[in-house]
Each structure stands twice: as structure tokens, then as C-alpha cells.
């Protein structure tokens, strides 16, 4: 089987797992092409690597929307598509040239699969009409879907599609999880920011946590990754008094966070939108443990109902870290409940996923035939 794979980007989480489904073409005589529409993304440091898959740049036009988001008008589809000729295509997204390439596919009678890993609240942050019926037509045109967490699963049913016909495929790390990883007593920072240090990712509430945790005396060290400029998220963590007890780091490339993440107790994710939460995986998966706000995609997949809280109340999550620090059995029983949560969020596992939707997306189709 020639599977085609569009998507906006190849992140390092999914490197690997793109290399895997060419493998499992291979194995039936088969291919697996990647085309994607941008190189990189704007506030991310991702180290260009040589792909273990073949691969496609599409040039383009690219609007950017604001923060890491741009709007991308890409050239050379229809060709790229037609040289790969594939008997699957896999949409990652929904943007104007994925719908182009569905448009391209049903012409041919080619079945479609669609990878998301956004759902319903994360959704609402860019609701608009146009973006309505692109997904609603873009959805009932498809023969497969896959969904990155039980939230993705539950939305593509919102728009009718049979749940025998999502897979829910949870995404991996981006680099290897480290084997052992330091005890409570061996941590260095109490708490920590991993992430981009914008409103929008609740960086504003991390920082009123940590000033009523230092307060109560109940940390002594923090930790901060991902500041967009050094100079100005000081000068916000020393208006918050936190000067004093704060490391505080530009933003990192995926391989040299297992050092940070091994050091954290607490990992904060207090974001207002996050349609999946890679970050709460890469935390688990270094042996941090991890509190997340309710809009992040898969918090209920891998964290309890007390350990998912909204993003805007800062004192309900001092109260929670205070609770936590001072507590080590408990954090230990928490962090390992955690980490066995995230068991099946490997490349193999995703591979594996990704593979069978499309071997079931072509059964369909010629049934339907």
C-alpha cells in the first residue's frame, strides 16, 4: 500500500513515528511519503535532522496570524500528490491545503484519513464560520480519523462519525525519556515552566502561584523554560518578587529538556488553550509530576480529576503544590500513577496506530464500492 501523509509540519514528536509507518509500508511492498507545508515553526528551536522517511517540502505564501500561528497558501500540491499517487492520503489538520488535497483525492477515489489533535474547547478558540464548514466538510468526506486524546475522539463524534472509525493514537515525546530519574529529595527546582511564556499559556498565573507559594514558605527554588525574551520575563518575575529564587531559560530544543524536567517536582501547565499537551507528557515521562489546567487536550487521559484545574485560580493551584511539596509519599504515589498513564505514548505505538487507520480507511472505501 502508497500511503501520502500532509501535514503542516513534522515536529519532533512525530519524527520517529512517521519513519515507523514507512517501515510498515515497506513491509507489504509498499511506500510512505510525508508532504509538508512549513519547514519549522515561529517560537519553537527545532534541530533540522536528516528525515528517516521520504520527504516533501511544499513552497508557499505564509501569513502570519499572531504568536506561533501562520496561515500558509502552498504551491505544487496537485504535482507532488500525483507523482506519490497514493492509495491512502492522511490529512494532519485542516487547513486550505489539506482541503485541497481531499478535493484532489475524491476525484480519484482515493479515501482520506484525518489526524487532529485539537478537540472541542481548544477548538472554540478560533471558531469561526469559514473554519466550521471546512471541518464539516473535510469530516463527512473522510474514510478514517485519528485523535490524539479521548477529547479529539469525543469531538470528531460531535460531527456524527461512528466511533469504530476514530482511533485515538496518543502522541509520543520528542526525544527518548531518560532511564532513572532523581527522587523528591534530589530535585532542584520546587516547581517549573516548561513553554512558551505568553497570557495565553497562563505564564502570568505560574508566576502569581509561585509568589503565593513563596509566601507561605513552601518553595525555595523555580524554575522557568521558554522565555520568548529574557530580558522582559525577568523583569516580570522580579515585579512578582520571585528574583531571588529563579532560574530563568530561553527557549530549548526537545533534547535538552530531559535535564531540566528530571530536576522539576512539580510541573505547572496552567494554559488557556493547548489542544493537546505534549508538554505534560515530555514533564511525566522525565518523572516530574504534573498539574494541568482543564484546557489542555489530554489532561484527563493522563491526570486525575484533582490535578486538572482552571487555568485563572492561581490560589487553588498554590494550594495544591503546597499540599504536594510537603508531602513526599504522596507525590511519589501521584508521579508513578502518572507516568503509567502514558504507557502506550511511544513512536511504535503511534506508528502502529496511524498504520491501521489507514489499512481500515481502504477497507471501507472498497466496501463502499
Known amino acids: 500500500m502508497k500511503i ?18 514507512t517501515e510498515h509500508a515497506k513491509s507489504v511492498g509498499g511506500t510512505s511519503h510525508v508532504i509538508f507545508t512549513d519547514l ?19 513552497s508557499a505564501l505564509r501569513i502570519p496570524l499572531g504568536e506561533n500561528r501562520r496561515l500558509s497558501f502552498n504551491f505544487g500540491l496537485t504535482r507532488e500528490l500525483a507523482r506519490t499517487a497514493p492509495d491512502v492520503l492522511i490529512l494532519s489538520g485542516f487547513g486550505p491545503t489539506m482541503w485541497r488535497a481531499q478535493r484532489w483525492a475524491k476525484k480519484r477515489a482515493i479515501p482520506t484519513v484525518v489526524l487532529f489533535d485539537g478537540w472541542l474547547g481548544s477548538d472554540a478558540a478560533y471558531d469561526n464560520r469559514v473554519r466550521r464548514a471546512l471541518r464539516q466538510n473535510m469530516i463527512k468526506q473522510a474514510s478514517g480519523f485519528i485523535a490524539a486524546s479521548s477529547r479529539g475522539k469525543d469531538w470528531f ?32 527546582f520546587d516547581i517549573l515552566w516548561c513553554g512558551r ?3 495565553a499559556k497562563g505564564f502570568d498565573t505560574f508566576l502569581q502561584i509561585a509568589r503565593m507559594l513563596k509566601v507561605r514558605k513552601a518553595i525555595t527554588k523555580i524554575g522557568i523554560i521558554g522565555a ?30 530531559p535535564g531540566f524536567l528530571t530536576q522539576a517536582k512539580i510541573c505547572l501547565f496552567s494554559s488557556h488553550n493547548d489542544a493537546y499537551g505534549v508538554g505534560v507528557i515530555e514533564a511525566v515521562s522525565c518523572g516530574a509530576l504534573v498539574l494541568a489546567s482543564d484546557a489542555v487536550g489530554c489532561a484527563p487521559d493522563v491526570l486525575a480529576s484533582e490535578q486538572i484545574l482552571p487555568p485563572d485560580t492561581a490560589s487553588n493551584w498554590a494550594t495544591a503544590c503546597e499540599e504536594l511539596l510537603t508531602n513526599p509519599g504522596k507525590w511519589d504515589q501521584i508521579r508513578a500513577t502518572q507516568s503509567a498513564c502514558i504507557a502506550t505514548n511511544t513512536a511504535d505505538h503511534h506508528a502502529r496506530s496511524i498504520w491501521q487507520a489507514a489499512l481500515a480507511a481502504r477497507s471501507r472505501s472498497r466496501d463502499a464500492a
Not at 463524534?157 to 461512528?162: H, L, R
Request: net charge positive.
Open 157 to 188: 463524534e460531535t460531527f456524527g462519525v461512528p466511533p469504530d472509525q476514530i482511533t485515538v493514537s496518543s502522541i509520543p515525546t520528542s526525544f527518548a525519556p531518560p532511564k532513572a530519574t532523581p527522587d523528591f529529595n534530589h530535585r532542584r
Open 40 to 58: 519549522d515553526e515561529t517560537q519553537h528551536i527545532w534541530a533540522r535532522q536528516g528525515a528517516p522517511f521520504c520527504c516533501c517540502s511544499l
Open 228 to 257: 520568548l525574551n529574557i530580558s522582559k520575563v525577568k523583569r516580570k518575575v522580579a515585579e512578582y518578587g520571585l528574583s531571588g529564587i529563579t532560574d530563568t531559560h530561553p527557549l530549548l530544543p526537545p533534547e535538552r529538556l
Open 4 to 21: 501520502a501523509l500532509l501535514t503542516n509540519l513534522v515536529p519532533p514528536y512525530r519524527r520517529a513515528a512517521f519513519g515507523l509507518v
Open 197 to 199: 511564556t505568553t497570557t
